[in-house]
């Protein structure tokens, strides 16, 4: 018999009741002090860094291309609590950590691409220039401990010739022995400027262009820092204008570096489209060459447009020399035919050290331009839609002319003109006979080989058989007539 009040199964229940509610109670006030405990970024106002010996900011943040101890500002993120350490803030009990599957990989690789792979560290990083390795300093939990990769910065990765010339990085989720010596506001951009860039055409399609792709892919609109390996300061002369346009900060020159650097962020790598492509399906603002190509005028056009410098369409005729191959060997002859059809001529000869803006007036304010096969096409990036642009596609260079050069002048509203040499055009054929292989079939004689093909490239010279010739600059002369006469 049970007493009067409660029955006796009730107050088994309610004790039972009350023992699951007490232990719930425990378990979820264990986890939300756990998740308290984060690491977070300590808001307070940015501390200025400096350095003695190395704290001199070039007069232009630009045309120096160095830095060298530059006052940055500290990050949000406490140099104390670097290497995963965590924290407890006020910020943190009021926002539980996101849990293991929420967090982002702290290292992750975009390398699904045929040209290209890129690194990102999606948090903190320190970067230590005298072991040229970069670290993960945030939250690494959801990366391996200790995970490391070697990686060369530039966009050619099955090359392994243009990878010879590029420094190893070494990117890491290991903790840094150091603490951060000059810290960083704005993401970083990692990139080098070895690899082929000897190489006018290598200087824009594997840097300049892949450049401009990676910073609009992250739409960071001049926010990112520029940090250079393999640097040259010709480059950084060469292209200071252009670099202005890319980024707002001093860009690092990784290689005379002493202190460690740490910024927010870091992509280590660039991402490129192919061949002077800028696909716009690839990028949030859809962009494509047209808009580098203003880029371009943007920051080399001259303000008040130009005067006319005669009252004949001017051809720019680009020409190669020095015994470096695929040079015209009547050149004499050719420019009289240039001159007697109607075209002011001018003859250009690229130097590695010239001032792009002076190149870029000359060309920009011409009808038409003409030049053999090779990097010195690249110049048509230089030229206003609707110019007459005249490629000599020596034997052996009818697949390259056709991907980087004749494509490229399609999009950008160029009037392109082929001149396609004949076996009797080709110094070859003094060489090894017009019905040799070389000549008769380039494509099996190559067969996937480069260094055959260097026969084409490095070796052959053309002499124009001026009748042919004569056809095709009338031909030309009628277009860059008519685009003068409409543009002026």
């Keep these: 018999m049970s007493k009067k009040g409660i029955p006796h199964t009730a107050t088994v229940s309610f004790v039972l009741v009350l023992a699951m509610f007490l232990f719930t109670f425990q378990t979820n006030l264990s986890l939300l002090s756990r998740s308290n405990v984060t690491s977070s970024r300590t808001k307070s106002k940015p501390v200025i860094v400096s350095e003695k010996h190395e704290e001199q900011v070039a007069r232009s943040s630009i045309q120096s291309g160095i830095v060298r101890g530059k006052r940055e500002e500290m990050p949000e993120l406490s140099p104390s609590h670097h290497s995963g350490a965590v924290s407890k803030t006020r910020e943190d009990k009021r926002a ?8 982002k990989n702290v290292i992750t690789c975009d390398c699904s691409h045929d040209y290209y792979d890129t690194w990102s560290f999606n948090g903190p990083t320190l970067m230590d220039p005298i072991t040229s390795t970069f670290f993960a300093i945030g939250n690494t939990d959801s990366t391996p401990p200790d995970f490391t990769v070697k990686f060369h910065p530039y966009p050619r990765k099955t090359d392994e010739n243009a990878k010879s010339k590029v420094n190893e990085l070494t990117l890491t989720s290991a903790p ?54 393999n640097w040259s300061e010709w480059w950084a002369k060469k292209y ?42 690839l990028l949030p603002q859809h962009r494509t060459l047209l808009d580098f190509h203003a880029l371009l005028e943007n920051t080399y056009g001259p303000r008040g447009g130009y005067a006319p410098a005669s009252d004949r369409p001017q051809l720019v005729l680009v020409n190669r020399r020095n015994g470096v191959g695929r040079e015209i060997l009547n050149l004499k002859i050719v420019l ?13 000869e690229p130097k590695r050290d010239a001032p792009l803006r002076e190149s870029y007036t000359l060309l920009h304010g011409s009808h ?21 642009l005249g490629e000599i596609v020596p034997i052996g260079a009818e697949w390259p002319a056709r991907t980087y050069f004749e494509r490229p002048a399609g999009v950008l509203g160029l009037e392109y003109m082929k001149y ?44 124009l058989d001026i009748v042919r010739f004569r056809a095709y600059i009338k031909e030309a002369f009628v277009k860059a007539q008519r685009f003068m006469d409409k543009e002026g």
Excluded: W
């Design 96 to 103: 539980p950590s996101p849990s293991r599957s929420e967090v």
């Design 420 to 463: 396609k040499i004949e076996i009797n055009e080709s110094s070859l054929a003094e060489r090894y006979g017009t019905d040799d292989l070389v000549l008769k079939n380039p494509s099996a004689f190559v067969n996937g080989n480069y260094t055959k093909a260097k026969v084409y490239m490095k070796t052959q010279n053309v002499k």
């Design 336 to 348: 009289k035919e240039i001159e007697e059809v109607g075209f002011k001529a001018i003859v250009f």
């Design 368 to 388: 038409a331009m003409l030049a053999v096969h090779g990097a010195a096409m690249t110049h048509l990036l230089f030229l206003r839609a609707g110019t007459v």
């Design 176 to 229: 840094p022995k150091s603490s951060c010596g000059i810290t960083h506001s704005s993401p970083a951009i990692v990139f080098s400027t070895g690899g082929y860039t000897g190489n006018f055409y290598h200087q824009f399609n594997d840097i300049l262009l892949a450049l401009y792709i990676t910073i609009n892919s992250l739409s960071l609109n001049q926010d990112g820092i520029l940090v250079v390996t």
């Design 240 to 281: 200071a204008d252009l670099l202005h346009q890319f980024t707002k900060h001093p860009i690092v020159n990784m290689d005379n570096q002493t202190r460690t650097h740490c910024f927010p962020s870091a992509i280590v790598g660039l991402k490129t489209h192919g061949p002077f492509v800028v696909d716009p399906a």
